[in-house]
């Protein structure tokens, strides 16, 4: 085997990006640029076959297997949906919220501060009206219907009406909706798992003469799974991945990765 | 820290040639007020940055970082200055050079290179002075040069390079604007840390007599007594194995 | 989970809320929420879209003639009756 002075003497002195792309068709599925650390885990088993003596005749190399792991600086969303096998969407997205609204003697109604959605009559999930009288703090929930009653609220255009029964009398109200802003969102089902994808590392290295040159991994199939744990809060923002890579059966050379770096003849 | 090259310690001022004296600052000339010590970390940055410091605005100016030396990116800058001297707070001008005047100072061309002389047309800054000068004040304000990405032979790599810097500078520009300024001294944190600390033996009133090289020199020499302190209870209490450090690692002497 | 009972929004018979079924519908069409089967649904809807201003008389009129040309007739609830009554009202308005 001939040795190639290009690939002697690097020290990889940034991971710059990780780019996913789709096996399929090469839609580009995520990238992350602000990784913190990437490892690539390279291993094999063997077995001795013995003779004589126990000595050790040759040895039996099978198994060979690629594991990456790693953390980017921030929470990708898109690197989300490879690691559960989701398809994120993007579009009108629900959101949860939860009101406390006071009222006055001459209030009728509330005002909400978004527009709630759902099921026309249905649209609040949960109201409750807590009013102050000579009992002390009194709550009752509430349900919704087509017009206000004595026990019952109506809702239209951002307006609780509210229920008869509370007329005349202070208080707050707790109201619970759903409302649609236009974003984006990525699950984690059941049925799913990771997918795989074609992943490129590009990196920068520096040589033994300091020159830096840009070197890229490429692994043919890599192979996202779903451990991954997220601390919410503080100050530290990781998002860490677990890939596995696969023999790329395809191209019919049976590569995990591979190391490449280019440099012009002088 | 950078390895000592000048013999700073106890010094207020360095004579570097027979026309260029570097004074050395008391932290408390620094940390007069945080205008104070912006105004002089900036006036020190046209010294001591790099062509890869700038590269994303040499870009701009469709200029290659790695084709500019140190020296001619230094005169690109200093040019600035001579050309505009009323732009340059004189105190603190006279903070890095007190025997010169800004006023006194232009670019010539002398040998086929520009040079900086003074008014009796003698040579204050040339190449060989200047990178003596740039050392000089990394070492006094315990900094290093950055030369990361300097040495990019294909294009394709260096505009990979600029491409990916702007992107970050963009970030982090977005970052410090989303934070607010920050109106604290960056000396703040090195002296609250050494002024409790049992082996360093000034209060408060007096860390602001020292100079900002003893200062950092200090804060270098306790780390690596920590460090040096760590790595032997580890030895005693049987964790690592010091034939395989390296015996520079445990000198306790950093200068 | 206790079980959750409300009134039909159009008979007002008490019945058990599934806010959970079927949310792989879209749901405008989720009547397990608000009525208490799928015909009543169908009287519901002019009926609320009509008191929000969202329908004009004459469309919901014939919406819910044509629930109650479907369905039947059916006795409604004292919540929606006025409603009701103002919608199917004759209108010299035209």
């Known amino acids: ?266 | 820290m950078v390895k000592s090259k000048f013999s700073l310690l106890g010094k207020k001022e360095y004579k570097l040639t027979e026309n260029l004296t570097i004074h050395i600052p008391l932290v408390s000339e620094i940390r007069n007020c945080f205008e104070d010590e912006l105004l002089y970390f900036q006036l020190v940055s046209i010294f001591t940055s790099t062509p890869c410091d700038a590269m994303v605005e040499l870009d701009d100016c469709n200029i290659d970082y790695t084709k500019v030396t140190e020296y001619v990116f230094f005169i690109m800058k200093f040019l600035g200055l001579v050309n505009n001297p009323d732009s340059v707070s004189l105190i603190h001008w006279h903070m890095i050079f007190p025997y010169i005047d800004i006023h006194d100072l232009s670019v010539e061309q002398k040998n086929d290179m520009p040079v900086v002389i003074d008014n009796d047309n003698n040579i204050v800054i040339d190449e060989k002075i200047y990178l003596q000068l740039a050392d000089l004040l990394r070492q006094m304000l315990n900094t290093s040069k950055n030369m990361e990405y300097y040495k990019v032979p294909e294009e394709e790599t260096r505009r990979y390079i600029i491409d990916r810097q702007r992107l970050k500078r963009k970030r982090q520009f977005e970052r410090n604007k989303n934070q607010g300024n920050s109106m604290s001294s960056s000396l703040d944190g090195v002296i609250l840390l050494l002024v409790n600390n049992s082996n360093f033996k000034y209060n408060f009133k007096a860390v602001e007599k020292l100079t900002i090289y003893d200062l950092y020199a200090c804060l270098q020499q306790i780390y690596t007594d920590r460090e040096i302190d760590g790595i032997m209870s580890s030895y005693w209490s049987g964790n690592i194995d010091l034939k395989k450090l390296d015996n520079s690692k445990l000198n306790r002497i950093i200068l | 989970m206790a079980e959750q009972y409300r009134d039909c929004l159009v008979c007002g018979k008490s019945f058990k809320v599934c806010n959970i079924c079927q949310k792989d519908i879209d749901e405008m069409f989720q009547w397990r929420r608000i009525v208490c089967c799928p015909e009543h649904f169908s009287y519901h809807m002019p009926i609320i879209q009509y008191s929000r201003g969202k329908l004009d008389k004459d469309t919901a009129c014939n919406e819910l003639k044509s629930a109650i040309n479907t369905y039947g007739n059916i006795e409604f609830c004292d919540n929606v009756k006025g409603i009701v009554n103002e919608i199917l009202s004759e209108n010299n308005v035209q």
């Open chain 1, 1 to 266: 085997m001939k040795t190639i002075a290009m690939l002697e003497g690097w020290t990889i002195t940034s991971v710059e990006t990780i780019e996913n792309y789709s096996r399929e068709d090469d839609t580009c599925l995520s990238i992350l640029d602000e990784i913190k650390n990437v490892s690539l885990a390279n291993t094999e088993d063997s077995a001795d076959v013995t003779g004589k003596n126990g000595q050790a005749l040759f040895t039996i190399k099978k198994g060979k297997a690629v594991t990456g792991s790693g953390s980017s600086g921030y929470i990708s969303g898109n690197l989300m949906a490879l690691q559960t096998g989701a398809e994120p969407t993007e579009g009108k997205i629900k959101f949860r919220k939860r009101e406390i609204v006071k009222f006055g003697k001459d209030d009728t109604s509330i005002n909400l501060s978004e527009t709630a959605v759902g099921t026309e009559g249905n649209e609040i999930l949960n109201l409750i009206v807590t009013v102050t009288d000579e009992n002390g703090d009194v709550s009752t929930q509430y349900e919704q219907a087509t017009a206000a009653d004595t026990s019952k609220f109506a809702y239209a255009d951002n307006v609780v009406t509210l229920p008869t029964a509370t007329n005349g009398k202070n208080g707050t109200v707790e109201v619970i909706y759903e409302y649609e802003k236009d974003g984006a969102s990525v699950g984690n089902k059941s049925g799913t798992y990771g997918k795989t994808t074609h992943t490129f590392i590009n990196c920068l290295g520096t040589n033994t003469c300091d020159e830096t040159y840009f070197i890229q991994i490429e692994v043919y199939r890599c192979d996202w799974n779903s451990n991954f744990t997220f601390e919410l809060g503080g100050d530290g923002v990781e998002h860490p991945f677990e890939f596995k890579s696969l023999v790329d059966k395809c191209s019919g050379e049976d590569r995990f990765w591979d190391f490449k770096v280019y440099k012009k003849s002088v």
